[in-house]
């Protein structure tokens, strides 16, 4: 599913040269950066997502923002 997002906050880092947002806001809600998610084979299992977490290009994973 793609997910329309803006970036919110500060950078809290950077992962293979890209931004990591401290927070994003998409048409379902707001999300905040939680972790970077595990490469498996240069791919990104889904497995590794919780309930309602977001999966972000290139490996960044958002967790609600309650």
């Given at each position: 599913?793609?997910?329309?997002?803006?970036?919110?906050?500060?950078?809290?880092?950077?992962?293979?040269?890209?931004?990591?947002?401290?927070?994003?806001?998409?048409?379902?809600?707001?999300?905040?950066?939680?972790?970077?998610?595990?490469?498996?084979?240069?791919?990104?299992?889904?497995?590794q997502?919780?309930?309602?977490?977001?999966?972000?290009?290139?490996?960044?994973i958002?967790?609600?923002?309650?």
């Open positions: 599913m793609s997910h329309s997002l803006a970036a919110k906050g500060n950078q809290v880092g950077n992962f293979l040269g890209h931004p990591i947002a401290e927070k994003i806001t998409t048409r379902n809600g707001n999300y905040v950066f939680d972790r970077i998610a595990e490469n498996v084979d240069g791919e990104f299992p889904l497995s997502l919780n309930k309602d977490e977001l999966l972000i290009r290139p490996g960044l958002y967790r609600p923002d309650k």
